[in-house]
């Protein structure tokens, strides 16, 4: 199984600096091309530098992009928001789903998360799912029975799940400088791996992701985790080096 990496750009720079951010992530694929022995790498920029994106990488299609977001409803009247067709229709082939931002930030809930899942997953586009506790569910020992939560309420009992992804994020990891140990990860993969059972007879094919705080420095230690297939990075994807160090290190 090649390791998922994947890039999340956030609400990050211009249409300029995409272009910048996506051409020498490109260049310096193009020039460690062993990467992708080992590795899917991913992007996922803002909604409107999507085409940007998808203009550079039309010679390159070894680096692949997605969404960070899609709509739970199909196209009609919901203004303002971004449909699982209309990224199919831009060639996106991922989208992060559920991401702990959109939790806090645009009150999502698991219902919602889950009808997200069913929605990406009708347009043949593979969704990354994101889930993770909070400083204070870890501290209260819950962790385990959130993360399963999330994941009962995202995941539909499905043969194949076209590439889904799973993304364990730790909210307190996020941006925070301060990535979870290999100990909790550790734990935390084979948790997934063993809940991932109930959901699909191809469970072992889905991939499973770390993010929070993975930098080049503590990435090979990281992807080498049992049941770490990946990687979902902040911060480190928006300079072409660290992203590509990131992979590398797998
Ligand atoms: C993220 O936002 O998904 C993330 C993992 O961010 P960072 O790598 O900056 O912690």
Partial sequence: MKKLIVGNWKMNGSMEDARVLIANTINSLDAQKE???????VVCPPFLHIPAVRHAIYGFPELRFGAQNCSAHEDGAHTGEISASMLRDSSCTYVIVGHSERRTLCKETDEEIGEKVKTALRYDLSPIVCVGETQEEREAGQQQEVVGRQLAA???????????????????AIGSGNAATPQDIQEMHAFIREQLKNYSKAHEDIRILYGGSVKPDNAAVTLSIPNVNGALIGGASLKADSFLAIAKAS
């Fill in 154 to 172: 995202a995941l539909p009992k499905l043969e194949t799940y076209h590439n889904l992804a799973i993304a364990y994020e730790p909210v307190w």
């Fill in 35 to 41: 990467i992708l022995k080992k590795c899917e790498v």
